[in-house]
């Protein structure tokens, strides 16, 4: 057999400027280890493969063999363990308004007004409430008050019409609307109410010109805070020697800040004579609607 002729590329002269004698051997070189080098990358991305392979298959084996059954412990457990939302709720929600100290005044002829203190014991939620104001007969009548995170409030019907005098009436709420306060915007909410709550009563007068006639309140009292209010609602309590004889709902309109106004009162009830008066605001200090913005 001829052996195979040997070329020698060394000798080798581009004449046509296409194919220099550097190229041609990097050329020789690749014809020649071509096939060597797709065995080279088929075996190393077979061992990648094997490599990879194996690893997931441990990891599912062992997965197989202890995960299992370690997960199905795990969800068990949690089913045992989870958290009770509706205790958590009952933790966070507001604890109810409380209604004591019912009274009953009479306010004219066969006129009664009757009147109890709400008290919410809540530090940061505020309750927009309606309640109801029963009596054995069958008798009933509704309203509404706003009772601030942490305060008392004067609630109560007034006016009413009955021969009978209405013993044993209870007063009850029956829903409440609760706000909850910012902690962002009020971090202090007690101070945030004392602030607005700043309204001195000055010169109580009372006058009677008989035994017979109705007696006559009148006094002033001043917004010393520095806010202003579109309407601002009160109770004017009735007090002789300390003890509350009536109360008396007011509505000052475009109340503003440093204004001060003076109310008269003609009083129809029983008291025989009063010597002070304690005026309670009903405002919600909670509701930006409230107040007269600077300039109105």
């Not at 966070?92 to 006129?111: A, D, E």
């Not at 101070?191 to 006094?219: G, K, W």
């Amino acid at each position: 057999m001829a052996k195979e002729q040997q070329h020698n590329f060394s000798t080798y002269t581009e004449t046509g400027g296409g194919l220099s004698n550097k190229d041609l051997k990097y050329g020789e070189w690749w014809v020649r280890h071509k096939l060597g080098l797709e065995r080279a990358l088929i075996v190393f991305l077979s061992l990648v493969c094997i490599i990879f392979w194996s690893y997931s298959l441990v990891i599912w084996g062992g997965y197989a063999i202890f995960g299992y059954v370690h997960d199905a412990t795990v969800a068990n457990r949690q089913a045992v363990e989870f958290i009770n939302f509706e205790n958590t709720r009952n933790i966070t929600r507001p604890m109810p308004l409380v209604v004591n100290n019912v009274r009953i005044f009479r306010s004219g002829i066969n006129t009664y007004d009757i009147v109890g203190t709400a008290t919410n014991p809540n530090k940061r939620f505020a309750a927009n409430a309606t309640f109801l104001v029963t009596m054995p007969d069958g008798q009933e009548w509704r309203g509404s008050s706003v009772v601030l995170p942490g305060q008392e409030s004067t609630v109560g019907v007034f006016g009413i019409n009955t021969t009978a005098y209405p013993t044993a009436a209870q007063l009850v709420f029956e829903q409440a609307d609760w706000s909850r306060a910012d902690a962002h915007e009020i971090p202090d909410v007690t101070t945030y109410i004392a602030n607005r709550q700043q309204f001195p009563v000055l010169d109580v007068s009372f006058s009677q010109p008989s035994i017979d006639a109705f007696p006559t309140i009148s006094f002033r009292f001043a917004n010393a805070s520095a806010y202003s209010y579109w309407q601002a609602p009160f109770f004017v309590e009735l007090l002789s020697a300390g003890n509350v004889v009536g109360v008396v709902p007011i509505l000052e309109e475009r109340l503003r800040t440093g204004d001060e106004r003076d109310v008269f009162l003609q009083y129809f009830g029983d008291a025989i004579s009063i010597d002070t008066v304690r005026l309670l605001p009903s405002i919600d200090f909670f509701d930006a609607d409230n107040y007269i913005a600077p300039g109105q």
